[in-house]
């Protein structure tokens, strides 16, 4: 609460203030983003939420309310209005000629303060990831900046799309700063900073260095079969995080070769299920080897191809080869390995890109890393344990 107070210097009695709040699963969302509704109510000001998420949700005002409201980010749990329209209007050209465009009622209020989790991106590598800067330029810029900033990183690269971008916003826009998360490896905040507005540009570098060293990765070199139980918007802005996965979202490799592919090397990546939160988006499916029928007929095709045409990345949206159970396509992933012996086989499975501290793995992973320093045995071995379904018991 202390930290969001520094909110308050400039604030004036009665002053409108939207808080652009995203799509991501923000451990304690809902809390800091009341803390950041009373620490402006306490200044007098009068806040509302608006969704600043791109075009997810389906590009529409009911579905970003709808994910909004799944994380407790609603009317009726913060008291205060939640404004969704996507409509917009172009505040200016970047030094490139790039348009830039921002929430027709975020430039209606009196300023503009976003929450957001600062972490490295799933796109690229730099000084800047997915951070307040980010949120300013895809999130209130909605669809029509989200195609705008995804077009312009084609030509320019993402950095520098996006600070060019953010730089037009901040001298147009009444951006008064931002709060920004960092969470740990456990998936839970570490550190809540508020970032003013002259110092948006530059405080993200370190910010992101913080949060690159907290990034929970598989701490393995090379795995035969990962198996996740769910991905989702909610877990990643690619379903899940290509950190973790070390697949990109404009394609990848099925060689079964390592030749010189950084760690960790996964050779078939198996995704079971959807999150809820996700609402059938079900971007970043493509970047997996099989999948279940289960997860196809819960994919919603259209807020699929809309997200993946906006970032520009359809590799994203395809159906990879989807069986109806997990043990069949445990099986077929298997014999699809140069493996003498199944027994032979490095398996993880994890819940999702984001909950890594927990992870169930193979005997012969086991034995490479069962004496390496933080990690430790949660039981003895056992089998994979299937339901009578043929599914995979959560």
């Not at 320093?373 to 994979?384: H, Q």
């Amino acid at each position: 609460m202390e930290e969001c107070r520094k909110l308050r210097p400039g604030l004036r009695p009665g002053m409108r203030i939207a808080i652009g709040v995203g799509s991501r699963g923000i451990s304690n969302l809902a809390e800091i983003v009341g803390l950041v509704v009373e620490a402006l109510q306490q200044a007098g000001a009068k806040p509302f939420v608006i969704p600043a998420m791109g075009s997810h949700g389906g590009a529409t005002p009911e579905g970003q309310r709808e994910i909004l409201a799944g994380y407790g980010v609603s009317e009726q749990t913060l008291g205060v209005p939640v404004e969704a329209s996507l409509e917009v209007s172009e505040v200016g050209r970047t030094v490139d000629g790039k348009p830039v465009y921002c929430s027709v009622a975020a430039l209606a209020a009196d300023g503009i303060v976003l929450v957001n989790r600062v972490k490295p991106h799933t796109d690229f590598c730099g000084t800047l990831g997915s951070g307040l800067l980010k949120m300013s330029v895809v999130g209130l810029g909605k669809r029509s900046g989200a195609a705008a900033m995804h077009l312009a990183a084609t030509e320019l690269g993402h950095e520098h799309a996006i600070r060019s971008m953010a730089a037009v916003l901040l001298r147009t826009a009444p951006i008064l700063g931002g709060v920004a998360i960092l969470e740990n490896q456990f998936h839970d905040t570490a550190r809540i900073v508020v970032v003013p507005r002259d110092a948006m540009e530059t405080a993200e570098t370190a910010l992101l260095e913080e949060s690159r060293r907290l990034l929970p990765l598989l701490p393995f070199t090379e795995i035969d079969l990962l198996i996740i139980d769910r991905l989702g918007k909610n877990i990643s802005g690619t379903g899940m995080d290509t950190n973790v996965i070390n697949r990109s979202v404009n394609g990848y490799s099925t060689s079964l070769q390592r030749d010189g592919q950084a760690s960790p090397f996964i050779r078939r990546i198996f995704v079971r299920d959807l999150t809820p939160e996700t609402h059938g988006n079900a971007i970043g499916i493509g970047l997996a080897d099989l999948t279940t029928t289960r997860l196809v007929r819960a994919t919603d095709v259209r807020v699929t191809g809309v997200n993946a045409l906006t970032s520009l990345t359809p590799n994203g949206a395809k159906l990879p080869i989807a069986f109806d159970t997990d043990r069949e396509a445990i099986e077929r992933a298997l014999a699809s390995l140069p493996l003498a012996q199944w027994s032979d086989a490095r398996v993880v499975r994890i819940a999702d890109t984001l909950a890594v501290a927990t992870l169930e793995v193979s005997e012969p992973l086991w034995r490479e890393i069962q004496n390496r320093a933080g990690i430790k045995a949660a039981g003895p071995l056992r089998e994979l344990e299937f339901g009578g379904d043929g599914n995979l018991v959560d």
